[in-house]
């Protein structure tokens, strides 16, 4: 079983709808968690992270935790061509190391 | 955030030998990472970078095969050793902490490409 685990893509939307990507992770340890975008031939860019269950809003990006079900996901509201990259789920471990899930292209047509 | 900058960019080098990747962070951060993003792949941690001690390995990765040095709060090198077509791969370094002091952010340098032929 992976680690970390993200919805299998590539996820396309259209433009000015709502992108929904979803991550699972196994390490119950994990106390925060962190989203980036990264786009083709750039390193990751840090979007926003997030440590207490519920919501975290950031203007149109949105996390959500659930450590009961080791669930976390990005809401991407009014989506826009520029949001088109992969996104990066990454729990942070106890040695403050971060686990990288296998990413989910997004397309913004 | 940490500005970080990573030497060199890109490189092309022949199997067998070896190359020092160099990491400067524009302030004292106290955790430096050594990440390794294979084509196509998600990111995967090399190692830690700790100052004044060896770095701590993941799993997979040994110190004869990824030389790291961190001699200071600002700086760190990886090298990658004897190397194999297999080590073709983006190397990036990442540093946990911002000017603003949050010791939660970790952000990733620009990288550097590496192709062994």
């Known amino acids: 079983q992976k680690e970390v685990e993200q919805n299998s893509g590539p996820l396309s939307v259209p433009e000015g709808a709502i992108a929904s990507l979803n991550c699972t992770y196994s390490?119950?340890?994990?106390?925060?968690f962190f989203w980036y975008r990264q786009y083709s031939g750039k390193s990751p860019e840090l979007i926003m992270f997030?440590?207490?269950?519920g919501d975290k809003e950031d203007g149109r990006f949105t996390a959500q935790l659930n450590k009961a079900s080791q669930y976390v996901s990005l809401l991407i509201r009014d989506s826009q061509p520029s949001d088109s990259a992969t996104y990066l789920c990454?729990?942070?471990?106890?040695?403050?190391?971060?686990?990288f899930g296998s990413g989910t292209q997004l397309t913004v047509l | 955030s940490a500005v970080i900058s990573q030497k060199p960019s890109r490189d092309i080098c022949q199997r067998g030998t070896s190359l020092t990747i160099q990491c400067q962070v524009d302030?004292?951060?106290?955790?430096m990472f050594w990440y390794r993003q294979q084509p196509g792949q998600s990111l995967t941690l090399i190692a830690t970078?700790?100052?004044?001690?060896?770095?701590?390995?993941e799993s997979g990765f040994v110190i004869d095969k990824f030389p790291i040095s961190r001699p200071n709060l600002t700086f760190s090198t990886l090298t990658v050793s004897n190397m194999s077509p297999e080590d073709s791969s983006i190397y990036l370094c990442?540093?946990?902490?911002?000017?603003?002091?949050?010791?939660?952010?970790?952000?990733f340098g620009p990288g550097t490409r590496l192709t062994v032929t």
């Open positions: 302030s004292q951060v106290t955790m």
């Open positions: 997030i440590y207490s269950n």
């Open positions: 990454a729990p942070r471990g106890s040695a403050r190391q971060l686990t």
């Open positions: 990442s540093v946990e902490g911002g000017r603003d002091g949050n010791s939660y952010e970790q952000y």
């Open positions: 390490d119950r340890g994990s106390q925060s």
């Open positions: 970078a700790n100052q004044g001690s060896e770095a701590t390995y």
